[in-house]
């Protein structure tokens, strides 16, 4: 079975985006794969956090993770600053990119745009997230459209690598969805659905409750001519409820489009599709939640695990680049 990893930040709600886009898939195919999936909190603090909220956070992310339908006993669950290997790599990997490949990462040039202060850490971000993905021998990682540079990057680092210290890592490819890759801001469709764009009625949340989602998506911005086409450029709003709608029931969307002469009924549509796609999670997570105890310990479980592999990896990196044994 391939080795599959994929992460995701403890930063805010998670949403429609990161649902469709990922985790649904995470747990679709769980058991097809050798899978490893990670709540990434190192990577949430490349931008001033409250500590409370952000342990707050952790928690309820890897509960909604299993709430989606991840299996904790089937794969592997854990928090990535639960394995020290990763920012021990991290290093690593920093020295291995160079300041201009890491100069090029889009993401970095929009958030530090953002940003009021932009930290080192925001800078080097993707040199740890290919530190992640490279610790497990990871062959596939499924991710958003969004994640493909960085991935890209990883790959990068690693065939450099492995070219200057002899094989050592395996060379992973991303895997997007067909549909659903990239979810775009209901108020802002020509920007991505986001936990960090702060656009609460662009957002829809995988914990809303429907009232929230039929309000939403029925003041989801469009266009006025009227006319139901999949295009993106054109018509950027009208193509991400298609999009939302065809991810949901396992469509194209331009055959979506084929179904609908009005706005308004494809709103109503997309809104019940995704009430009806997020109602077992929903139920599932207030199950979880009644226990104060039950993220500490998939995580504390799926740290074990992962450590399983991580530390005999981190050694072999250590001797491979010359690093004195610390036994
Ligand atoms: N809009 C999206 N459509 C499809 N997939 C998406 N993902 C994120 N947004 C969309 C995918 O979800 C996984 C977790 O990504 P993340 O934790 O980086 O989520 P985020 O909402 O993108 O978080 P932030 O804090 O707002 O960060 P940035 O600034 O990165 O957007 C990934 O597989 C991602 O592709």
New binding site residues.
Partial sequence: MARVF????P??DL?L??Y????RRWAAEQHEHDAIHCV?DL??LTIPRDPAELRAKTNEVTLLLVAAGLDPQAMILFAQSHVPEHTELAWVMECTASHGELSRMV?FK??SKQAAHVSAGLFTYPALQAADVLLYDTEEV??????RQHIELARDLAERFNGRYGPTFVVPKHTIPPV?????DLQEPTK??????DSPQGTILVLDDPKAIERKIKRAVTDSDGEVRYDITEKPGLANLLSILAAVTDEQPEAVAEKYTQYGPLKADAAAAVVEALRPLQERYAELAADPGAADAILRTGAEKARAIATPKMAQVRDAVGLTSRH
């Fill in positions: 994929s992460g995701i930040q930063t805010g949403h985006g990161n469709l886009g990922a985790v990434v990577h949430a993401q929009e958030k499924p991710v958003g459209d969004d994640q659903g890759a990239r979810i775009m991505k659905m986001s936990k960090s764009l």
